[in-house]
């Protein structure tokens, strides 16, 4: 099983700042198959980024992510209000599909 | 647009079985060629992959709940259910039903709103 390591567990931010979160990956996640939520209280998860770095419909630009392997970053450009939630990383590339922990974006 | 749904008994007691039933609208389960999952959530904690079900029966559980998981799937009805057997305290979380994207055993991009199930006597 891939186990996937979520960093910070928290990120404490002003809007208007960038956000980098970071996923490692216990063993190298083939064909970039590693996804990113994001998950509000109450709702269920959003996808944000499938492929590492393809962003899903409607997601706006400010939103980006990239790596490969066992090194993933789910970066947010410049944080709108709304960004305020969790994130999750998620790899699809081996059963069992699993999730990071998640981190959690707050305002500062 | 395709919507899923959640629905199910709210309460389970200990060494019952949990039973839901994820209903599709906007698609055909039969006719898309996707497979489709149970995730589950504990309230405050993360995701955890259940299983997964292709509309033609063939399925997929996470081996760490396989022996106590079964998923079918009722085209007729645009359904696909899950069932948990012996259930304790720690099967307490919301459970999701979604669907894999891109006709393959890939992310999710449709997800229910999720719901909570409580295992208590």
């Known amino acids: 099983e891939i186990v996937l390591t979520q960093s910070p567990g928290t990120l404490s931010l002003s809007p208007g700042e960038r956000a980098t979160l970071s996923c490692w990956a216990s063993?190298?996640?083939?064909?970039?198959?590693l996804a990113w939520y994001q998950q509000k209280p109450g709702q269920a998860p959003r996808l944000l980024i499938y492929?590492?770095?393809n962003r899903a419909t409607d997601i706006p630009d400010r939103f980006s992510g990239s790596g490969s392997g066992t090194d993933f970053t789910l970066t947010i450009g410049r944080l709108e209000p709304e960004d305020f939630a969790l994130y999750y990383c998620?790899?699809?590339?081996?059963?069992?599909?699993?999730f990071g922990q998640g981190t959690k974006v707050e305002i500062k | 647009q395709l919507q899923l749904h959640e629905s199910g008994p709210g309460l389970v007691k200990p060494s019952e079985t949990l039973s839901l039933t994820c209903t599709v609208s906007g698609g055909s389960i039969n006719r898309s060629n996707y497979y489709w999952a149970w995730i589950r959530q504990p309230p405050g904690k993360g995701l955890e992959w259940i299983g997964t079900i292709f509309y033609t029966g063939t399925t997929y559980y996470n081996p760490s709940l396989k022996s106590r998981v079964t998923i079918s799937v009722d085209t007729s009805k645009n359904q696909f259910s899950l069932k948990l057997s012996s259930v304790t305290a720690a099967d307490t979380t919301i459970y999701y039903c979604a669907r894999h994207a891109g006709h393959g055993w890939y992310y999710f991009d449709y997800w229910g709103q999720g719901t909570l199930v409580t295992v208590s006597s």
């Open positions: 063993q190298s996640v083939s064909n970039n198959y």
């Open positions: 492929g590492a770095s």
């Open positions: 998620h790899q699809y590339d081996t059963s069992p599909q699993t």
